[in-house]
């Protein structure tokens, strides 16, 4: 529509002008700003201005090291043992606590370690909770996306059926969506208390009594399951729709040609319905993956990170430093460490899913 | 091929209608023990979380809940705020994002594609990678009112609008559905002397209702149900809505009965409203994947 009666730059600025101006301030300036603080010491309320640091926020989240230690020996070369009979290894303490020998190790405390050889391997971190607040969100990621995505398939295809009444339950598998995550997870830590909680109670019932009561929420083992099955049963409904509405874009006349054909249920499904879902795959995977990087309320509701920091998030953890300790510039280098996660996860699906012609 | 007799189809149905209907149980019972137990006192709300009582109103049913949970926090200030603050976000949003599409769509000028490319980009910055220095930005950001120029807007109901009245995914909305439109019919008005505004109030809005009720249902929702957000910046009770209101029903011996009321108080109508206009709801959210 390039003619002169539709060229104007001063209407163009002045209609899209104010959305241009508040997505500028409230969206593009404050993710400038987030890269531009995790390189500072910026406190949310400060009577110092704030100083450039250079890297020490990363370095402080993201240090890692690996140490080995070997077993004590005493003046002679025999291995000391300890008061067990095994034998003795220094004190992680001696080398993480201003050891002038180790001065990488400086504050960093045990992640995890294993026995290899005599002695003891351990892998050390500035800082534990985060490490752990990375693996459990992309963990949580790992398993929603395509959890998630396959129920929501699933349904679609049966929702997607000529039946009297499918209607009505279309509407019954959506109607969690638009009820808030976190009315959603008050009301599930009710069903998942150890003493109250009905989930509890019906296990109870189906298995006569033979199964335990578990402390779904208050165990490590079980909360961030939990959390992923609560969190699927939300949200499962929203993706349903959207893989409905790739379904009707496929064209009737395909399946009548399958039909007459002969073709069995999995070869339509395979060779028809599965290739014309295809953008709207790319679509779902995208969306649930940033979602599920989000993943705060229910921590925030359910379990505040624990038990044991089982629960531990990436946000949960920037909001607790950007405005729970008032560190802005901590909150804004595990907000850009986010978006560099989020990013290189949907490159990654993008050329994993690319066109291969 | 197995033939399909009559016997075999009307036992598929009722497979089919069985599987259903334990699928709607799963999605339904949680929020039908919500609202069934909100009427329930504490102690027959947990001896019926035993039985299937615990999906019916039967026993001691009265209101005491509800009324209990007014007493504990300031509820109707919390709904007034939340209405209102997803109510002016909603109106804003639609009239300032559809008059940008519109320039996007329908009108040449310098910087257009850039402008829309840049605001397409902002899709997969999630607001979480944002929320932090935002919130250092809403703390010094300057405001005139009554009394002068003030700096901060933490605490305030500008502070929970403003930020939200303008975003990628309303834009991109309504430009694809503006790109439907038959531009002709735009360009001959021009051409008989229209003004853009009054092509824009005249032509494409009213043509524009889908759009605007998918917008202002996704909107609605985003805003209604917002908790990371205003948890950080509505330190004072005034300001707070009804997500951030859960709060005060926390407690360590937690009294279910008025919990179950307050998330019934604060659920139910929107749950009401998405019955009412359940195809609308759907709609919406399909259409944010259509062309994706």
């Known amino acids: 529509m390039a003619s002169k009666f539709t060229l104007s730059n001063r209407t163009g600025w002045l209609m899209a002008g104010p959305a241009i101006a508040l997505i500028a301030g409230f969206v593009i300036l404050p993710f400038f700003l987030a890269v531009g603080f995790s390189f500072t010491n910026q406190r949310l309320v400060s009577p110092n201005p704030a100083e450039f640091t250079g890297l020490a926020n990363y370095r402080q989240l993201l240090g890692l090291g690996v140490l080995h230690l070997d077993p004590l020996k005493d003046a002679a070369g025999a291995t000391v043992l300890d008061d067990q009979g095994q034998p003795k290894l220094p004190e992680l303490r001696s080398i993480t606590r201003k050891n002038p020998d180790y001065p990488q190790f400086d504050g960093m405390r045990e992640w995890f370690s294993w026995s290899s050889g005599a002695g003891r391997t351990y892998v050390l971190a500035s800082d534990v909770v985060f490490m752990k607040a990375i693996v459990n969100t992309v963990l949580f990621v790992i398993v929603v996306a395509p959890v998630q995505g396959g129920l929501a ?41 150890e003493k109250q909680g009905i989930l509890n109670n019906l296990l109870g019932a189906l298995s006569f009594g033979a199964l335990p009561r578990v402390d779904w929420l208050g165990n ?54 599965w290739p014309g879902l295809k953008n709207t ?77 | ?95 300032l994002c559809s ?9 040449q000028w310098k910087g257009r594609d850039l402008a829309l490319t840049v605001i397409l980009a902002t899709l997969i910055v999630p607001f979480e990678t944002i929320a932090i220095p935002l919130l250092l930005e809403a703390s010094k950001l300057p405001w005139i009112g009554a009394s002068g120029i003030t700096y901060g807007w933490i605490n305030s109901y ?38 853009w505004f009054a092509i824009y109030r005249r032509i494409v809005m009213p043509l524009s209702g889908p759009v605007l009720a998918t917008a202002a249902i996704l909107k609605f929702l985003a805003m209604y149900n917002q908790y990371l957000w205003p948890i950080m910046v509505t330190q004072e009770e005034q300001y707070r809505p009804v997500m951030v209101g859960l709060q005060y029903f926390f407690q360590l011996n937690r009294a279910w009965g008025e919990i179950m009321a307050y998330l019934s108080l604060i659920t139910v109508p929107v749950l009401a409203f998405y019955l009412y206009l359940q195809k609308a709801f759907i709609a919406s959210i399909a259409s944010t994947g259509v062309k994706g």
């Open chain 1, 153 to 193: 398939l699933g349904l679609a295809l049966l929702i997607n059926q000529r039946l009297r009444g499918i209607n009505v339950y279309r509407a019954i598998y959506f109607m969690p969506v638009v009820v808030s995550i976190v009315v959603v997870s008050l009301l599930w830590s009710f069903i998942y208390d």
């Open chain 1, 220 to 273: 490590p083992a079980t909360a961030l399951a939990s959390i992923i099955f609560m969190s699927i049963w939300q949200a499962v409904g929203f993706h349903m729709v959207i893989w409905l509405s790739g379904l009707q874009t496929i064209s009737p006349t395909l399946y009548e040609a399958a039909a007459i054909e002969g073709s069995s249920k999995w070869q339509t499904f395979r060779y028809i319905t």
């Open chain 1, 281 to 357: 795959a790319i679509l779902v995977l995208v969306v649930i993956t940033m979602q599920a990087f989000g993943l705060f309320s229910q921590i925030n509701v359910m379990t505040q990170g624990g038990p044991l920091d089982s629960t531990q998030t990436i946000v949960f953890q920037a909001v607790q430093r950007g405005y729970g300790k008032q560190d802005i510039s901590g909150g804004s280098a595990i907000s850009v460490i986010l978006f560099v996660l989020v990013l290189s996860v949907s490159l990654i699906q993008r050329y994993l899913t690319r066109e291969r012609n």
């Open chain 2, 1 to 95: 091929m197995a033939q399909t007799t009559p016997d075999n189809r009307g036992l598929r149905l009722v497979v089919r209608y069985t599987v259903l209907t334990l699928i709607a149980a799963i999605f339904s019972f949680p929020l039908i023990f919500m609202i069934m137990s909100s009427f329930k006192p504490a102690e027959q709300l947990l001896a019926d979380a035993h039985t299937i009582r615990a999906l019916l109103p039967i026993g001691d049913i009265s209101l005491n809940n509800y009324f209990d949970a007014f007493k504990r926090a300031p509820v109707g200030l919390f709904v007034f705020n939340s209405v209102l603050v997803t109510s002016v976000t909603v109106v804003l949003s639609l009239a």
């Open chain 2, 99 to 107: 008059a940008a599409a519109f320039a996007f769509t329908f009108v």
């Open chain 2, 158 to 195: 500008r502070v929970q609008i403003v930020p939200f009245i303008a975003d990628g995914l309303t834009i991109y909305l309504f430009v694809q559905y503006f790109k439907d439109l038959p531009g002709e019919l735009i360009e001959a008005a021009r051409v008989e002397g229209a003004s």
